[in-house]
């Protein structure tokens, strides 16, 4: 994958924008709070000199009070800023958290059909879920440790400086050396950690593989064998994460001798100072203090860093699909598209999936009120048409027309509004029945729900389930049969009530005494729409207006069931003997 952290950050940053006064106010805390704590042992450095020069003198006793106060007062403000700070950051890093993931949602679900197709589902799932919380990582370590660290050195710095030219050299050469170092090293872990990052990814999609067929394991007999493929990866896994944490030992073995040569150099170079009269008792007081703040803000600087990285490794998985530009576009002038006939027109139309493969050249004109069906072979285009007219893809050249309007200058919504889709293989939201038949008209009563189940003859098994309408049909409607969902299915449909109707293979999943059932409803449901019914069972289309035959993306021989039959060397006549001889039922 392509580096696109500026991308990830321009992102951020944009929905940050609207926030962007709290920003300031955290900003503002920020800086306040760093200056106290590097202000603060300054004031120690007065206390312990004043207790060492007077301890005795009547004024020390009163000097001493004032220099505790002003460490109060300092710290009451530090208390005071570092805690705007938090409740600031707490609400501004879970309400971007939210923008991000309903951007990334509105993005996403945006593209078109073909992208989704190409692409898990679960792995998108976790993208998104990545990126918004990658903002949470990225964001901490930038606010409260990068930023705190540079500002805090700075500071140190600035005032070691101030009080000797040595010593600030001492501190400055020593902290460049420990981040070039640490930097380093991370940079080379770095590399290991994705290799690492790969591997559990490996075993986590190994696991879920076979848990999804684990019916295929017991059946194949093939439990040793998965078995002994997973430990191979999750012997992998270790190798690495042994090397890995190993490297991290080594690393922090590197960290604490630099920690250790860094509090004997300053104090053996302070020593030599106040030998010389220029460092005082408070002094070294100061130097513990400085020390202290700047090993602790050092000591975790490479695994901020490899942090920062995997979070925005993370993130980019996500920011190159917001970066991939939607391949299916409203125009900028797109009109809604009303449909008061339903004429569909497929004039000289010419499609393919790939550059030099075309699918569909087909031009063809349905009348409205129009009940047409369409078979023909495997990969004769039949789906791919329904596809085009959804406008799940962009035609290659000519135009579809709906009521003599070219569906690509109207709005994609309106156009979906007005088409009502039975799929092959419908698919169901996690959620109960009447939630899933009220998807095609959310705005339906309990009535119109119960009426659109019983014209589908879904009620004949809601009726039996402990929960009725309110039962949830699991994950893609898993609970239910194939032909318990397609029902569920034309129950949406019917109750959308679209002008134009498309069934694909719509009785495909049901059995004979279902599919008579279905047949008057489905009689029902076209009455008055222009249909688009797709089929392989022949018998499903017997009744149709019209009968249109594909072959090869093109149409081959269109007329009435009878007309079609008449004709001995017509396509259609040799499936209809094929099924009618019982090949296929």
Same mark, same amino acid.
């Given at each position: 994958m392509r580096r696109l952290?500026?991308?990830?950050?321009?992102?951020?940053?944009?929905?940050?924008?609207?926030?962007?006064?709290?920003?300031?106010?955290?900003?503002?805390?920020?800086?306040?709070?760093?200056?106290?704590?590097?202000?603060?042992?300054?004031?120690?450095?007065?206390?312990?000199?004043?207790?060492?020069?007077?301890?005795?003198?009547?004024?020390?006793?009163?000097?001493?009070?004032?220099?505790?106060?002003?460490?109060?007062?300092?710290?009451?403000?530090?208390?005071?800023?570092?805690?705007?700070?938090?409740?600031?950051?707490?609400?501004?890093?879970?309400?971007?958290?939210?923008?991000?993931?309903?951007?990334?949602?509105?993005?996403?679900?945006?593209?078109?059909?073909?992208?989704?197709?190409?692409?898990?589902?679960?792995?998108?799932?976790?993208?998104?879920?990545?990126?918004?919380?990658?903002?949470?990582?990225?964001?901490?370590?930038?606010?409260?440790?990068?930023?705190?660290?540079?500002?805090?050195?700075?500071?140190?710095?600035?005032?070691?400086?101030?009080?000797?030219?040595?010593?600030?050299?001492?501190?400055?050469?020593?902290?460049?050396?420990?981040?070039?170092?640490?930097?380093?090293l991370t940079m080379y872990k770095l590399k290991y950690d994705v290799e690492a990052a790969e591997l559990n990814t490996k075993v986590t999609a190994r696991l879920a593989d076979t848990i999804t067929n684990q019916v295929n394991i017991k059946i194949?007999?093939?439990?040793?064998?998965?078995?002994?493929?997973?430990?191979?990866?999750?012997?992998?896994?270790?190798?690495?994460?042994?090397?890995?944490?190993?490297?991290?030992?080594?690393?922090?073995?590197?960290?604490?001798?630099?920690?250790?040569?860094?509090?004997?150099? %300053?104090?053996?170079?302070? @020593? !030599?100072?106040?030998? +010389?009269?220029? /460092?005082?008792?408070?002094?070294?007081?100061?130097? *513990?203090a400085y020390v202290l703040q700047m090993v602790w803000r050092l000591w975790d600087f490479g695994r901020i860093f490899r942090q920062l990285y995997r979070n925005l490794a993370d993130a980019e998985e996500m920011t190159e699909i917001l970066m991939t530009p939607h391949e299916i576009k409203d125009q900028?002038?797109?009109?809604?598209?009303?449909?008061?006939?339903?004429?569909?027109?497929?004039?000289?139309?010419?499609?393919g999936y790939q550059d030099g493969q075309e699918v569909v050249n087909v031009s063809l004109a349905i009348a409205p009120g129009e009940k047409?069906?369409?078979?023909?072979?495997?990969?004769?285009?039949?789906?791919?048409?329904?596809?085009?007219?959804?406008?799940?893809?962009?035609?290659?050249?000519?135009?579809?027309? %709906?009521?003599?309007?070219? @569906? !690509?200058?109207?709005? +994609?919504?309106? /156009?979906?509004?007005?088409?009502?889709?039975?799929? *092959?293989?419908?698919?169901?939201?996690?959620?109960?029945?009447?939630?899933?038949?009220?998807?095609?008209?959310?705005?339906a009563s309990d009535e119109e729900v119960i009426r659109a189940a019983r014209l589908a003859h879904c009620d004949e098994f809601i009726e039996r389930l402990p929960d009725k309408y309110e039962t949830y049909v699991g994950e893609r409607g898993i609970k239910l049969s194939g032909g318990e969902r397609q029902r569920v299915a034309i129950a949406r449909a019917i109750l959308k009530s679209a002008p134009i109707l498309v069934l694909d293979e719509a009785t495909s999943s049901l059995d004979s005494h279902s599919e008579l059932l279905i047949q008057d409803a489905l009689g029902k449901l076209m009455e008055g729409k222009t249909t688009l019914v797709i089929a392989h069972r022949l018998s499903t289309i017997m009744r149709m207006d019209r009968i249109i035959v594909l072959k090869g993306g093109g149409v081959q021989e269109t007329g009435t069931h009878q007309s079609l039959l008449a004709n001995p060397a017509s396509l259609y006549k040799k499936l209809w003997d094929l099924q009618a001889g019982g090949f296929i039922a």
């Open positions: 952290t500026k991308e990830t950050y321009k992102i951020y940053w944009d929905h940050v924008r609207p926030y962007q006064w709290l920003a300031v106010l955290m900003l503002a805390s920020l800086v306040v709070g760093t200056v106290v704590d590097v202000i603060v042992p300054i004031f120690y450095k007065r206390f312990f000199d004043v207790l060492a020069a007077g301890i005795t003198s009547p004024a020390a006793k009163p000097a001493l009070f004032n220099i505790i106060f002003i460490i109060l007062g300092m710290h009451a403000l530090g208390w005071v800023v570092w805690r705007v700070s938090i409740f600031a950051n707490n609400y501004l890093q879970p309400r971007v958290m939210t923008d991000l993931a309903n951007f990334s949602f509105e993005y996403l679900h945006q593209h078109s059909y073909g992208f989704f197709v190409n692409r898990f589902a679960g792995a998108l799932v976790r993208k998104v879920n990545r990126f918004s919380g990658a903002f949470e990582g990225v964001a901490d370590k930038l606010y409260w440790d990068l930023l705190p660290l540079a500002l805090k050195t700075i500071g140190i710095l600035g005032v070691l400086f101030y009080k000797n030219v040595l010593l600030g050299a001492a501190m400055l050469g020593w902290s460049v050396i420990f981040m070039a170092v640490n930097y380093a194949f007999a093939r439990f040793r064998d998965e078995l002994s493929a997973f430990r191979r990866l999750t012997n992998e896994e270790f190798r690495i994460n042994y090397f890995t944490w190993n490297l991290g030992g080594y690393i922090e073995s590197l960290q604490a001798a630099l920690t250790i040569a860094l509090e004997f150099g %300053i104090f053996y170079l302070a @020593i !030599g100072l106040w030998s +010389q009269g220029v /460092l005082t008792v408070g002094d070294f007081v100061l130097l *513990q900028p002038h797109a009109k809604t598209l009303a449909v008061l006939k339903g004429a569909v027109e497929f004039d000289q139309v010419r499609f047409v069906g369409f078979v023909g072979p495997s990969g004769a285009g039949k789906t791919t048409l329904s596809a085009l007219l959804l406008r799940f893809y962009d035609i290659d050249s000519g135009a579809i027309r %709906i009521d003599g309007e070219n @569906i !690509g200058e109207v709005t +994609q919504e309106s /156009l979906r509004k007005n088409i009502a889709l039975v799929p *092959q293989e419908p698919i169901l939201f996690h959620r109960t029945l009447a939630e899933n038949i009220r998807y095609g008209k959310p705005e």
